[in-house]
């Protein structure tokens, strides 16, 4: 595996890689994705690769995150093949969970070993697209990615298709083939919850109504307080830990939006009526923990180091942590021995939360996707 990358912020030359790449990572600023035509030009320049990515609240790249600024990741595989696949969300009449099923039904199952998915951040309801395209996979092929971010804006969040170009309301995948593939994964959070349980008495599917038999929205401004007024932003720091059953462990769910109108909150993934909701509040050092407890499981007591890793934070611990946000990024690299990195800060992660588990839509963690050739 041979892996190059590059920090754009206004200039580039035409082809920057001197390898030959079948896979380019872009992660960046929505602005910049959108503004200029740098991806397509580069699948021009390198044919054989597949390109993905998107916009994000944040880039990656080694131990440092950058705003205002597009990163590039080239991988030359030796043995490794990959195949992509996307779905456009406007010419779709599907939902969520038919689109998920949809985009990985584009894959042969055959050699299929791990798929990785970017999707928009704002249109879609994550919890069913996991559920959708979990449905559609085989069970032993494993499944991570993100949801794409728009700074703290909520505004519009777009997606790097195969050829290059920048769409809005899209979602893209790619498929890995190949035995000599190892890959890891690890997802963790490190919030605090406080408060009572408190019973979703009025949902449907990722819009929470009511809260104990309350008004959700008036509920979660009384918790807020001066904060309410930056609301939906400011639910990033507060967000609610879910559980639909006593057998699960909670997940976390980060606000995407709000209305005045009828009193209810927009969640990245599905509040079930009948779930109870604890409110949560961040420690900086569970934070930075939890990222690097994310690592150890993505090495999951691999003696081998991983040679690249992708990392998919969460735009609420970035707001948290603010000028020490990168303290999380270099934990995750001493743990996984400085492998080549990138990634985004999101507004929704995807993995399984341990080894053999069921994929999940998360919020507020660190999700790592570890690769290596052996």
Partial sequence: MKIEQFVYSGAASAKPFTINPQLIFAFG??????????????????????????????????????????????????????????????????????????????????????VFVVSDGLKVNGTDLVKGIADELPANVTLTGGLAGDGPHFSK?????????????????????????????????????????????????????EIDGQPALDLYKSFLGDRAKDLPSSGLLFPLSMRDSEDRAPVVRTILGISEEDKSLTFAG??????????????????????????????????KSPEFALLVSCVGRKLVLKQIVEEEVESVSEVLDQPFMTGFYSYGEIAPFNQNVQCELHNQTMTITTFRES
């Fill in 157 to 209: 969040t777009v997606i790097v298709e195969p050829d290059g170009t920048v769409a809005t309301e899209s979602i893209a995948a790619i498929g890995f083939y190949g035995d000599s593939l190892q890959i890891g994964f690890g997802s963790r959070g490190g919030w605090d919850s406080f408060g009572l349980d408190r019973l979703v008495t009025k949902s449907k599917e990722n819009v929470l109504y």
């Fill in 29 to 114: 600023h929505r602005e910049l994705l959108e503004s200029q035509t740098l991806t397509q030009e580069l699948a021009k320049s390198y044919p054989d690769a597949i390109l993905t990515g998107c916009s994000t609240a944040g880039e990656i790249i080694s131990e440092s995150v950058h705003d205002g600024t597009i990163i590039f990741t080239a991988i030359e595989f030796e043995d490794v093949k990959i195949k992509s696949a996307k779905v456009g969300l406007k010419d779709s009449a599907y939902n969520s969970f038919e689109i998920g099923k949809k985009l990985v039904s584009q894959f042969p199952q055959e050699g299929l070993k791990h």
């Fill in 270 to 303: 599905d509040i079930p009526q009948g779930s109870f909701v604890r409110l949560m509040k961040a420690n900086t050092d569970r934070l930075i923990n939890g990222a690097e407890e994310a690592a150890v499981a993505a090495k999951n007591g691999d003696k």
